[in-house]
């Protein structure tokens, strides 16, 4: 695991795509975190839709001032999938509210398509599926509101 660990924390640079995330979990405390985890999603880097809790790390809905602090636990499904083994690396951006289905409508800056950089992602799940789609998360937490799971 550490070095699927060490290979997100390269990936982050390589990729140069910070508009995939709006928090991401320190990463000192990345190795700790997987080494405590067995299951069947042992090894597996999981990135989380910023409108889904995280404990530890505050849940905007894509606009900063609806976080007053740090979410105190996990939601259900980041629970379960923790239990299961997988280790989270960060929430992801999406469009304010999850009320898009481009992945541009975001303080945090529009979310590009994988493979064309010059084009929208689309979905209001454009970070999860842009971080899964270039390997720098194996899965993700996406939520669909209007098409933005099945639009990216």
């Avoid at 999603?41 to 894509?62: C, I, M, R, Y």
Wanted: charged share 20%; with cysteine.
């Amino acid at each position: 695991m550490t070095t699927r660990i060490d290979s997100f924390i390269t990936a982050l640079d390589s990729v140069d795509r910070p508009e995939i995330w709006i928090d991401l979990v320190d990463p000192s405390l990345l190795h700790d975190n997987a080494t405590r985890l067995a299951g069947p999603l042992s090894g597996l880097l999981l990135a989380v839709k910023n409108n889904v809790d995280v404990a530890g790390l505050p849940t905007t809905a894509g606009c900063p001032g609806f976080a007053t602090g740090p979410a105190t636990a996990d939601a259900e499904v980041v629970r379960k999938l923790r239990a299961a083994g997988a280790t989270v690396v960060g929430t992801t951006n999406l469009d304010q509210f999850a009320t898009g289905l481009v992945g541009q409508r975001s303080p945090y800056g529009g979310v590009r398509d994988a493979r064309r950089p010059d084009y929208v992602s689309g979905g209001s799940s454009s970070g999860s599926a842009v971080a899964v789609a270039l390997g720098v998360a194996d899965i993700a937490i996406g939520t669909d509101t209007a098409g933005s799971g099945r639009v990216p």
